[in-house]
Each structure stands twice: as C-alpha cells, then as structure tokens.
C-alpha cells in the first residue's frame, strides 16, 4: 500500500519476499522499480540481489522436482535438452578436485555453440544435485544420470570422469539417453599431460556432439574450439569459485574469480563471475542506508505501524504468573510487538 517508488519501501518489500521465498515477487518489485528510476543509485544494489534471486528460483525448482518425482518420471523429457553434469574426480591430489566443476562448465559452454541443442545451466544442474544428496558422492552411473535428466526435463544427460595424477590427466565422458537410463554409444576418453588438458577437453566435447548426433557446422566447430583460458591455476581457482558459489558464499566465491581472472587476464569468464559474485556480496552484507536513509522507515511510520510502549504493557487482570514465570507470556492479547531501531 506504500509508495512503491519509494527505495525503502522497494528494499524491505523486496528483501521480505526474498526471506518468505517469493523470488518472482521480489523481482517484480525491483524491476519496477528499476522501470520508474532507470538512473537510480540503488541500481548496482538491485541488480546483485536479481542475480542471487536466480539461486532461489533454482533451489526452489530443485525442492519441487524431488517432490514431483514421481509424476516427472511419466513425463517425456524436452527434446534437445542436455544437461551437463559435474565431473566425477578419481584422483588421489585433492588440489584437482575444483576442475569438476571446472570441466562442467567448460563443457557447458562448448556445447552452447549450436542452437540444435539447449544445454541447461551448470548451477542449475548443481543445485538439483544439492538437493538430491548427490553433490558429495557424485553421479557415477547411467541410472542416477537418468533420474536426474528427468528432474530436470532433458533428453541427454553428460556424465563424465576426470583422474588427475602428477603430471597426466584422464577424462572420460559419456553420453546418457534420459529415457532408457542407458549410454549412447561407448564411453568417450583422452589422455594427456596436464599441461594439454584443455586439448584433450575440446577433443572430448568434440566426442560428445558425435554422441548427441550433431555435425557441426564449421562455424560452430570454430566457436567451440575457442579457448576460454590455457592456465591449469586459473581454472582450479575458478572450479573453487563455482564451489563457493553453489554453497552460497558469494563473498568467498568473488575472491576466487578474481584470482583466477588475475592468473589469466584473458580468461573472460572468471572476469564476468567475479563482478557478479562482488555484486552479490555486496547485497548479502547489507541495505545501502546511504541510498535509502530514513525512506522506508518513514513510510512505515506514516502508515500507522506504531504504537506508544505504555499502551501495550498488560494490566495486572490479564497478567498470568505462570506463564510470566516460564517465559511464555505475550506482551498483550494478541498484539505483535516489533521494535525498529533506526541508524543513527
């Protein structure tokens, strides 16, 4: 009922749709927002909290599909949909587990390059994962695979391995038909010295299209064939950042992208994320008071939420010891009470 073009009123409105998991209303509420005041100084702030709301609707859509699992697995999955799952880590050295999620996304992003496929986003796919139970121990086998293609509506799952040991480098990768919970022809693999991950990554995607049926154009062969970095540190860095950012650590995950940024500058995609990521973190710590000052709480003011403390002290009629004596007394009959300090 306050004025909406109010950046208080918008902040708490938003952040309280937020708490009561509403993301599309709070979205809403920033868009509009945004709309009326395009200039607006609360726009960095609004456009970090869109992007954590992306998190939400993601955890949001997980929970629903767990607990719809069984009308979804009756459901035909959407044709040309691939999802592309973490890779599972064998090794022993535990500085290379990161690059599963590394792999992930790169392969997310090679397999982008065509629009005969929709690949699903890699957190989008992590966060189901989360919701599983299955980040920690992995998908491991075309079963699993398929029941998480059909949570998620795809046709084809990916699911892939990677062995680091010393110097070398495995990665094996096959692609599984959602709907009969088998593999595509056999498991692809290469082999390489550490050094020539990123080769054998785009032989092994190139592999992948062959699994899924695509010829690719020579274009396409070319967009997929880019390098998004030639740094082994830059992408464990960035594998942690993808970590941190699936647990929510926003302020955690912005650091580790701008290491690996600062290892390759060139490596773009570690630049976009940690602006992201900085953007959140910025948001996660609290509402720009220089930007909204006193607005919202005026508002709530002007709206008639206060109440003098004397009048909601209860008489000695209504008073019950007992209750008093356990601590679960109210203040009043059915009255709310909330106390709003303002900044200084």
Known sequence: RLDATDPGVVVHLGMTYEEAERPADARRIYADYLESDPSSEMRRWIEGRTS?????????????????????????????????????????????????????????????????????????????????????????????????????????????????????????????????????????????????LFDAQKRLVLDVYEGLGIQLTEAERERVLQQRTRSIEALIAFGRGLGAADDGNSRAAAAFFREASTLDPGFQDAQTRAEEAEMVAETDAGVPAESIDDAGMSAVADAGAFSDLETLIPDPVVRAAVAESRGSEGIARRTLLEILIRRP
């Open 52 to 196: 954590a709301l992306r998190r939400q609707e993601m955890l949001l859509a997980a929970r629903d599909a767990v607990l719809r699992e069984q009308e979804l697995a009756a459901t035909p999955p959407r044709p040309r949909h691939v999802a592309v799952l973490p890779f599972h880590y064998t090794g022993s050295d535990p500085e290379y587990a990161p690059l599963s999620r590394a792999l992930a996304h790169l392969v997310t992003v090679d397999l982008s390059q065509t629009d005969r496929l929709v690949v699903l986003e890699r957190m989008q796919v992590q966060v189901l994962l989360d919701e599983m139970e299955l980040a920690d121990e992995g998908v491991v086998d075309p079963g699993t695979a398929a029941r998480t293609g059909r949570l998620l509506g795809a046709e084809h799952t990916v699911l892939g391995w990677l062995d680091a040991s010393g110097r070398e480098v495995t990665l094996e990768a096959s692609v599984v038909r959602v709907a009969e919970a088998l593999r595509q022809g056999d498991p692809v693999s290469e082999r390489a010295a550490l050094e020539e």
